[in-house]
């Protein structure tokens, strides 16, 4: 047993950056990993500013990903760290995971994986080759009550699966805020830092995540109207997609960064033969199943009649809600747990192994250049 | 001025059937109607049947719609009803409307108006040729909160609007129904009954009606995946809708009646460049104002803010709540309104006027033409 | 059996009035009763005038009540009135229904029964003595979900009782509308017209009739703080009380008519040794049902699992919400329903005597007076 | 500057407890603090086990609060504990805080404060004369919006204040966990352990904290309905109060441990002359606020509308919820920032003052024997 925190180092999440500092809060919520090095930003004073703030040791903020992790790598195994998370924008994925990869160190990176789908099947194959573990951060599925969502499925509750109808409606990208000094918008709306997808990469690629997570089925062929609604933006801020999964079910994914005044109130629901079930991250806590014989019942976070695996995500009693912090730490939590075990040469127990991984991330890239390929054509369904 | 109730003559209805109920008890919920003839089933015994059981005089229950229509019409001025209500199923809208119109009497008619867009076009020309009144039943376009949208996007509250997502999930039909003698079943999912659609056509119709009622826009193309969800049914159960508006809005519309547990919660969302708004049956004296820089409003059937249109439609105080049957009522009280202003040969106020007519019919069995034509299509966009 | 309406006359619901036009319309939602004669107002004309609008034979408008009775009386068996409906103040309930029981008719009249308690004990003599029915209008009772849950808890699901709590928090009087010509406010807060309370008589009420209908309980003590918040109001409008009841459940009652920006969501929680169950006016259609060891249950008015009580009071299918002219129109349907058994001289169902009567109406009366005699005292507990 | 995390040693907490664990994620979510000791449990070697599941240093785990005190006091300045966490039952909070403040160290302690009054009125004397610091961790105040309603509270928003409805319903006491070795059940329901109270100092106190903390007002008097409602146990399990406070407000608080079912949804209503709000565990991040006279508004943590103070203690954008744990690290956060500006010796900002204190802990322990005395009195009001 490896009696200590697993130890971290953080590539990006500098001065202004917002899902860093998620990250790092996520990763050290169970006291399991603790942040000991980082590169947070290109700018060297941005991250040595940073690693003071975090009260790091400066001998371990370096100036480039590069410099972390060679560096890291020459430190004795006692010190060094075990993993790295990237949280850059999407264009710097790719080459921070490849190199830690290559250098035996582990990845978290946060979705989607790569800048394109090239990059993500480059990274497939290190990762496969290597041994190593890659945790992608698609957020959604670390809540319990979407693990128990899954779990239920996968019981098979709710009978064969026939439709699935998600949805992903933020309002903040409304006005053109990429052309008010709007950090978050600017390189989300670029397409040289976010990729072919503004929208439907930011967001589009969770809610496909969170659908195929829970029904465990595969979206085989998609149908999309991909939509610029603000003048002069260059990626696409919205859309709608009709979607087929591998067992003949239909569904309907909706994103949109448009839809003002709304909030992030991502959305699942999901109809088998014999039974419905409902989660929404406004209500996070609750899980909603739907009968067509009996009375609709609310399964809750800790409540009774969760599940094991539920329960193994939860943190506190029922009625004391977890939020979007917990979930996220779950993703850590699992990954931690499986890098743990690797490091002690344990076999991981399979409760540990849900969080997600470079799959996940290839589909998602997947996912992103069909949808986009299908927003230009006239063709009505575009094969995945 | 008249000075009694007006009086109405039903056709359909009967023993069994469940619509029927409902328009009578909308029609007469405000005392200004009243039901004093009906040709209430084909089966004269039935139809007598039901006569006795609504306390009517037994010369005034007939054995056919004809037999109504012109008996009706031989009685004297102050005795013989003023206008009849068709609660047919679909297959049997078209030929009791026009014999009504053709004798002079103004016609209240469930949707979809008709069996086909054929008949709806004669209807049209009928209508508008004898100046007589013809009301459809979209329920939902009855409910205050639902025209206070309408008036709060007409007044331009929102700013121009840019989506729309309308959804109707039902489950009822998740399993065949018809196969087990259940009346509502059987005729919705019979093509001789129902015509060329089965879900689009009895809630699809309901949900495109209502998005173009309360945003204002017309659908000029949609992309559909049109499914028949339930082995063995001849109908679409369940459909997936892409939709684009006359002003470069776009859209998605889901209905579905195999989204087994869910009940009747048809949902609209439309959001503007300025703001958005949400409505659902559920809780339907309600609706949601939302905006992108200060806090989400909550309007209310008879609450503050309310405006004179919504009232006008509103009962009871705020907080004593209005269901479906007086969202039913509010299209028979405006119907009702303005027939009698014609009687009496005044000009009817705008508010009342605000009830769907045979231009909504017709563009209801346009949608269902299109929409299933799409269904069948490989190519992405068809145009209305 | 009689093949006819029930004919109702009414006193009280001239110009101006509210629950007048509630009542009417309630009265005759379900095509088995209809108005025709009324004493609308003490002002003759203003009777008249309101026996025109609803298009009633001027022969049958009265200028009193007593003149209603008596005409009424002389009229042939098959054209007189079945019974009167009061609908006026509540120092105009008892001697109109006094008079009506006297000369043999049934009565409907809102609540609180009377004046006061010696009244109301005046008044179940005359009933009990007549044999005629008497229907209290506590509405919320006739809401289809309050009475599934009377009958889960009389059917033992919840187990012995234990707590109740009860609340009914309005916001409309929190400024002394009384003050601004509000006709509504005036005699509510007039002790000469609404008895020695005002927010208990006129909401204190229903919360204390609701909790003991559900529970099959009776109050048995109570302490309470009766309050009048607004300066110069004569009568109380607000209180806070704690209840025993006959089986040492304990519970506490909230009626305010100052909670600034409240509706009407009368609220009702009911908790047994082996659950707990949830209804509030604002989510009519629902009950939730609670659970130590399984998930929370949803119960909805026509849906999965209703009881065949919950059914009887029931219009429509799940989904399309029932509101509260549908809970009231339940009240005068089974009122209806057992004076057409008595006129028949057949047995009610038991499912039809479900409406409040006379001996309601004296147990509101005793609550009325008690809880002001608590909110006097210094002593901590009141018997009733 | 400080560049360090603030250390926190830790009093009780060990295996089996709850709110140890709590106690830890929140203290350490922000990376501001860092648990370096710990005398997790009375018997050495479980408190040795916590220690190595927390990768302590084992030098630094203690069998004793006495032990852990005085060793760390030895340790040299740049290594010993800033302050120490108690999290023990309440008979345990009183001593260790005591030895802890008179040997300079700062305290975070579970509420209740302590075992009863005296032990309070003496530990805020020992506050007072050291100059340290002391945080009650009443969890509920550190809510987003829970300091947004005492801030427009604060600012006049809702007028002069004239209710408050306050209410913990818990289920989780409905049958008698603490025969059947529930180890939160035993402490909470032994007099020995728990105090004179049980329902009420558990979360009676939580409920009237939060009442004061929001509405700025102090309950004056008070009369209670308290109930041991499970046969054989030795405290209160549920009671109902009648609440007066110090500018004539008057209000209602209901704590109940056998309220079948529920979870733990704590909530919060407060009318003013001018409005009102609403606020409740289960829906954390909302905050209600009601009007006479125009549209609820719905506030959300982070969302447009809210207010510095609540921005200070929000983590994430609206939408994505945050939950108990970031309520709790709230507490700790604040008490972190304070602590460092004192031993930066510089003025904390006024927000960071914002947990609650020894005070609130006095005020607590003055309810729990107000409340209790109350339950046992004949007399309606007995005064705080």
């Known amino acids: 047993m490896i009696n200590r925190k697993l130890r971290m180092g953080m590539i990006g999440g500098g001065p202004g950056a917002f899902i860093g500092a998620v990250h790092r809060l ?45 560096r890291e790598k020459t430190l004795p195994e006692e010190e060094r760290i075990d993993f790295v998370s990237i949280v850059t ?24 994986m790569t800048f394109d789908l090239a990059e993500a099947r480059k990274l497939q194959a290190l990762v496969e080759n290597s041994g190593l573990l890659l945790c992608l951060t698609h957020t959604y599925t670390g809540y319990p009550m979407v693990k128990e969502a899954r779990h239920l499925v996968r019981e098979g509750r709710l009978g064969k699966i026939r439709k699935v109808y998600v949805e992903y409606p933020q309002g903040w990208l409304a006005s053109p805020l990429e052309k008010e000094g709007n950090k978050q918008a600017s390189w989300r709306t670029d397409p040289t830092k976010s990729g072919m997808a503004g929208c439907m990469g930011d967001i589009g690629t969770h809610a ?55 909030e992030n109130c991502i959305k699942l629901r999901v109809y088998g033969e014999s039974g419905g079930l409902e989660w929404k991250q406004d209500e996070a806590n609750t899980l909603v199943l739907k009968w067509p014989d009996r009375p609709t019942e609310i399964l809750r976070t800790g409540g009774p009649g969760a599940s094991a695996v539920a329960l193994h995500n939860t943190r506190t009693p029922a009625g004391h ?16 747990l499986c890098l743990r075990a690797r490091l002690e040469g ?19 890239m997947l ?8 927003g230009k054509s006239d063709q009505k369904w575009t094969e995945l």
Chains 1, 2, 3, 4 share one sequence.
């Open 26 to 70: 996520a990763a050290q919520m169970d006291g399991q990993i603790t942040l000991v090095a980082g590169a947070f930003s290109s700018h060297a004073e941005k991250s040595r500013q940073a690693g003071r703030e975090l009260f790091l040791n400066p001998d371990r903020v370096y100036g480039s990903y590069t410099e972390l992790i060679e």
């Open 208 to 262: 496909a995540n969170l659908a195929e997570y829970v029904s465990g089925l595969k979206i085989t062929a998609l149908c999309a109207d991909i939509e610029t609604v603000v003048p002069g933006r260059k990626l696409d801020d919205d859309g709608g997609v009709l979607l087929r999964f591998d067992n003949q079910a239909t569904g309907v994914l909706i994103a949109s960064q448009v839809a003002t005044g709304e």
């Open 367 to 374: 996912f992103i250049e069909k949808v986009i390929a299908s």
């Open 89 to 112: 924008p999407n264009h710097l994925h790719y080459d921070p995971a490849r190199l830690a990869l290559e250098n035996g160190f582990d990845v978290v990176v946060d979705k989607p």
């Open 321 to 336: 809600p977890e939020g979007y912090l917990e979930a996220f730490a779950n993703l850590y939590r699992n990954f931690g």
């Open 346 to 364: 344990t076999t991981p127990q399979e409760a540990w192994k849900d969080f997600p991984g470079v799959e996940d991330g290839v589909r998602g």
